[in-house]
């Protein structure tokens, strides 16, 4: 494991100072908008074709001016890339592709100075197969303390050939596998629902418990405002690790609770880690990455002394339909309330097709898309879903890219996909690399401004027009669309947080709803309707026409009015 942790800079420093620069609005977490910035493709510093931290340092500023309120980091931590950095080597080091603590340290503390809080991510169900402790539980043999540390279990069958249950991995396949045991035989099996080089911890196993509670100081010592949880639903599995009792279970999950997923004691875990965070000044959060079955699920994990918020995949999945959005809206609502978290919304992240492209294509084809489908419509559609977003109570996310109005790449050849789902015979369709390529900055130049030496995913060759360079005082742009609707976001006192929304009527297949003195108007549809026009017009995702109190608005577009 790397030694980089020994030459972390004093923490006290940081969080005294640094944070002390973001911590002046209460509850900021409520009404949040949040950046994810996937590392390796958003800015590369040092021409090497992959981004890295001090890349992210540079561009800061251009995230302050957009005007989200958090940035959210995907991995960086030290690790051999089976699964982009979701299969972690030491937990408290950089990896050198990214740079160094010190390049962490300078970032967290440009920007605190922006005003602007950081996320990290944590990945505290499976480490990876290089982890230290795996290494060990590999080199002792069965029986050892350490093998207890991860789901180690003898094989069915006549001589161990058989899994030990039938549960398959995410990726595709069994979700076990059998090692080669230190005298050269075959022996035991581990668990791994993701890929086999991202082998499970037993978290029964209290030494797991504690090193992770140390994890989490370590990143709140260095000064980080909070950490989105990976896999948030998957640590604790069912007692006696029980079969499943059927193929094909992929299309079971977010319908019901697994053995391996969304299990209760989750929640022990997440008050014990809320007991550590809220020791820290500066409102630090907890975000959990929970695919439960229900809405309902999800609120449990955001109970007022175990996490603040939970991604809403249940939004993330609905379709561009008025009335399946008003549906999800009021569950999430509804089920948000009695714990007296904020709902989030968010439409695109690392994991799935970019809305802008799944919004290009006929409903029904799931998050994950290799059709390019009407990119016109796809943008037209993705641009009023966004101020539908940032419209409701809560707090939302944005993907790094979405800004610019970026769609999927979905022509990228075989030989540079990277997902490790795409080289496995069944699970996900592996097509996440799309999702996934460097964003352009500038309109030439090596990758578009990306880096000086390429990029580790090929960009398409129009993305000169999409570029930050090209949208940026660009009237109608997509760019200057999502900073007109955050600046009128943080100006409207009755956008932000809240829990309600009042439902007003509209004709079919348009969402209109009031917040205090606040009026949004969604039409999914795509034809033109006439509704009132309620006030004041703040924002619109296309061109619309009043006249006589009445507004002409076109097919998939979003009004924002205010009615004083």
Partial sequence: MSQQHSAAPAPTSVTSSATATVAGRRDWWRDAVIYQVYPRSFADSNGDGMG??????????YLRDLGVDAVWLSPFYASPQADAGYDVADYRAVDPMFGSLLDADALIRDAHGLGLRIIVDLVPNHSSD?????????????G???????????????????????????????????????????????????????????????????EFRSILRFWLDMGVDGFRIDVAHGMVKAQGLPDLGSHEQLKLLGNDVMPFFDQDGVHDIYRQWRLILDEYSGERIFVAEAWTPT???????????????????????????????????????????????????????HDVTRHATRFANPAGLGTQIRLAGDRALGLCRARAATLLMLALP??????????????????????????????????????????????????????????????????????????????????????????????????????????????????????????????????????????????????????????????KVPGDTTVWWATA
């Fill in 394 to 551: 809560g707090s939302a996310y944005v993907y790094q890219g979405e800004e610019l109005g970026l769609p999927d790449v979905v022509d990228l050849p075989d030989e540079v996909r990277q997902d490790p789902a795409y080289f496995r015979g069944a699970g996900q369709d592996g097509f996440r690399d799309g999702c996934r390529v460097p964003i352009p900055w500038t309109r030439t130049g090596s990758s578009y401004g990306f880096g000086a030496g390429g990029s580790w995913l090929p960009q398409p060759a129009g993305w000169a027009e999409l570029s930050v360079e090209a949208q940026t005082g660009a009237a109608g742009s997509t760019l200057e669309l999502y900073r007109a609707a955050l600046a009128t976001r943080r100006d409207q006192p009755d956008l932000g947080a809240g829990d309600a929304v009042e439902w007003l009527r509209a004709p079919e297949g348009v969402l209109a709803f009031r917040r205090g003195d606040f009026v949004c108007v969604a039409n999914t549809t795509g034809e033109s309707v006439t509704v009132p026009a309620h006030g004041r017009l703040l924002l619109s995702s296309g061109e619309i026409t009043e006249a006589d109190g009445e507004a």
């Fill in 144 to 210: 050892s303390p350490s093998r207890d540390r991860y789901h180690f279990r003898p094989g069915k069958g006549k001589n161990g050939e058989l899994p030990p249950n039938d549960w398959e991995s995410i990726f595709g396949g069994p979700a076990w596998t059998r090692v080669t045991e230190p005298d050269g035989t075959p022996g035991e099996w581990y668990l791994h629902l993701f890929a086999p080089e991202q082998p499970d911890f037993n978290w029964e196993h209290p030494a797991v418990g504690d």
């Fill in 52 to 61: 890295d931290l001090e890349g992210v340092r540079t561009r800061l500023p």
């Fill in 295 to 349: 809405v309902e699920r999800t609120a449990n994990y955001v109970r007022p002394d175990e996490l603040h918020q939970a991604f809403n995949f249940q939004y993330l999945g609905t379709h561009w339909d008025a009335e399946e959005l008003r549906t999800v809206i009021d569950r999430t609502l509804d089920a948000m309330r009695p714990v007296g978290a904020p709902a989030t919304w968010v439409l695109s992240n």
């Fill in 130 to 142: 290089q982890y230290e402790w795996f290494r060990r539980a590999l080199a002792e043999g069965p």
